[in-house]
Every structure is written in structure tokens, then in C-alpha cells.
């Protein structure tokens, strides 16, 4: 059972526009949020992250919402440029207070294309 | 530079072979992990390690083996009963216990498998 969902396989936006990711969720446990970037036959890397104390995070051209009533993020990403092409992975975990520490669960990702 | 690192990068192996995929990481991160990715499925996690000498199944692991002799390594066994092995695997690493999540995972830069 997928627990973070990205409904949009693909999103194309022109250069300068704003771009915006979607991701749900279902486990209200979920406290803690990702988003990753990855190229094609690269390993991902970390974006931006959101605790759930926050509805929102900010880094840049690069913003975060949560809407933890919704269970519903999102990643806004102003403005796009060309170098942003890239699949973008939603993540989610729940911290769990032991040393076994965090798994996080993650989205089936976002294919970004930018258009110059 | 602190890092995880896998390879080879690509890998081709015959049917009803088995093949090791290394992946190693000078983080001193505690937790290692093993994630395939297949196009439209996602990041799926196959197995993971919390402690040297421990590890358990992710969601994925018939066919798989890893084992987690020291700290720093975490190989993965791609055996002839994975029915389907071909796809890009993907080894991440990450703290315990440190009070917050960070940045989730460090991810090397993937293996990708094809069965010839």
C-alpha cells in the first residue's frame, strides 16, 4: 500500500513560471517531509524538508507547504528554470523516538521538464 | 570528502547468475539501505541495516540478500531467484538517533543491473 502518493507522473512548465509538485500522504503519523531531485543514472539528493510544526519552508527558488489537515504538500519552485528538469521525489517518516530511528517512504516521483 | 559510494555502475549478468552490488559509505552514518527503482514504481525499499551484524527486509526482498559485517558496508546479493532483476538500485545511508531527521538519507549514485 502506497503511503506517499505523487499522482503527476510528468509536469512541463516554460522558463521563468512557477512550478508546482504535489505529493499526499495517509499516515497522519507521518512528522517529517522531503523532497529529493534526481537525475537519470544519478542517486538522488535532497532538496528541501518540512517538520510537521511548519506549514511552510522556504530555500531559495524553492518553497515547501505542508498541509498536514489535507495531508497534502507541496513544492513550488519559482522561477523554473532549465537546470530544474529532473524527476523530484516526494519522502515522509515518522520519527519514532528510539534508536531505531526513522524510515522514510517515498512518493513514485515527478518528471520535471522545463522549457527554455 | 565524506561520501557513499557504489558500484560498478553498471553491471550486466547472465541468467541464473548471482551478483554482488557493493555500496560504501565514510559517513559513519549508522543505518544503510538498499532501494530499487523501476520506471513508474518509485523508490522501493528492498533491505535495510540499523546496527553491524543486524538487518532486516524491506518491502521487496525475495531474491536479494545482503549481509552487514562492518559500518561502512552494506553489499547487496542479486540472486538467481530474483525473477526480474533488471532495474537501478540505489544503496542510501543515514543517521540514528539524532533528534531530528536532518537530511533523511545520503544516496550514492546507483547501479544499474540488466540481465543479459
Known amino acids: 500500500d502506497q503511503q506517499v502518493k505523487q499522482n503527476s507522473p510528468s509536469l512541463s512548465v516554460q522558463e521563468g513560471r512557477i512550478s508546482i509538485l504535489n505529493c499526499d500522504y495517509t499516515?497522519?503519523?507521518?512528522?517529517?517531509f522531503l523532497w529529493y531531485k534526481k537525475y537519470p543514472a544519478e542517486g538522488p539528493t535532497f532538496l528541501i524538508s518540512?517538520?510537521?510544526?511548519?506549514d511552510k519552508n522556504e530555500d531559495g527558488r524553492f518553497t515547501v507547504f505542508l498541509n498536514k489537515s489535507a495531508k497534502h504538500l507541496s513544492l513550488h519552485i519559482v522561477p523554473s528554470q532549465p537546470g530544474d528538469s529532473a524527476v523530484y521525489f516526494c519522502?515522509?517518516?515518522?520519527?519514532?523516538?528510539?534508536?531505531?530511528?526513522?524510515?522514510?517512504?517515498f512518493g513514485t516521483g515527478t518528471s520535471l521538464t522545463v522549457i527554455p | 570528502d565524506g561520501g557513499i559510494t557504489q558500484s560498478p555502475k553498471y553491471l550486466f549478468r547472465k541468467e541464473g547468475q548471482n551478483v554482488t552490488l557493493s555500496c560504501e559509505q565514510n559517513?559513519?552514518?549508522?543505518?544503510m539501505y538498499w532501494y530499487r527503482q523501476d520506471p513508474g514504481q518509485g523508490l522501493r525499499l528492498i533491505y535495510y541495516s540499523q546496527i553491524v551484524n543486524d538487518f532486516q527486509k524491506g518491502d521487496i526482498a525475495e531474491g536479494y540478500s545482503v549481509s552487514r559485517e562492518k559500518k561502512e558496508s552494506f553489499p547487496l546479493t542479486v540472486t538467481s531467484a530474483q525473477k526480474n532483476p533488471t532495474a537501478f538500485y540505489l544503496c542510501?545511508?543515514?543517521?540514528?538517533?539524532?533528534?531530528?531527521?536532518?537530511?533523511?538519507?545520503?544516496f550514492g549514485s546507483g547501479t544499474r543491473l540488466t540481465v543479459v
Open positions: 518540512i517538520s510537521s510544526i511548519k
Open positions: 559517513l559513519n552514518h549508522d543505518a
Open positions: 499516515n497522519s503519523m507521518f512528522d517529517y
Open positions: 519522502a515522509a517518516s515518522a520519527f519514532i523516538r528510539s534508536y531505531t530511528g526513522n524510515q522514510f517512504y
Open positions: 542510501a545511508s543515514s543517521l540514528l538517533g539524532t533528534g531530528g531527521h536532518g537530511y533523511g538519507y545520503t
